[in-house]
């Protein structure tokens, strides 16, 4: 093997070799991004029925106010006060469940990022091992130039044969 011909296959390996790490390394900033995105989806779920809880204790303290303000006053409940204190839990109740939807929504939002990070870490891995492949086919036929034999035509390449013939 000639000399041009080693060195063409030490970079093509050198080079492959460094596809390959590229690609792994890749992979695994995906696979952390995608860890990270799931912790802040569970932290957000959390946080939502936290949110809920608090939320409903809001309301009851609220309500329990309102009801022995009305019967501090002398108030009956029923008729006009009754619709109030009705339409007053059911704005409260709203309010708790549209809070815990936004909230939801961000956390559905964190785990659609983690599958995404998760496909990209696939798509990285197949590539660290595609590049690679290529370059030392790449390398391969190039070292070939140098030692004398005829190459094999790359695909893609007119090869002169008539192929409707066969």
Do not use: C, H
Not at 38 to 66: M, P, Y
Not at 74 to 89: E, F, N, Q, Y
Not at 118 to 138: F, G, K
């Amino acid at each position: 093997m000639s000399f041009l011909a080693a060195l063409t296959v030490g970079s093509g390996l050198i080079s492959a070799y460094g596809q390959y790490q590229q690609g792994q390394q890749a992979a695994k900033a995906s696979e952390m991004n995608a860890q990270t995105y799931e912790r802040q989806a569970e932290l957000t779920r959390q946080l939502a029925a936290r949110d809920v809880e608090t939320g409903e204790r809001q309301k009851e303290s609220f309500l329990s106010t309102q009801r022995s303000q009305y019967a501090f006053r002398g108030v009956k409940i029923s008729g006009s006060p009754l619709l109030v204190m009705a339409d007053t839990a059911a704005n409260l109740e709203q309010d708790i469940r549209m809070t815990e939807y936004r909230t939801l929504i961000g956390a559905a939002q964190a785990s659609s990022a983690a599958s995404q990070e998760r496909m990209r870490a696939r798509i990285y891995r197949m590539q660290s091992y595609a590049a690679p492949a290529v370059t030392l086919i790449n390398t391969a036929y190039k070292a070939s130039n140098f030692t004398g034999t005829k190459p094999v035509t790359p695909v893609g390449k007119k090869t002169g044969i008539d192929w409707t013939d066969l």
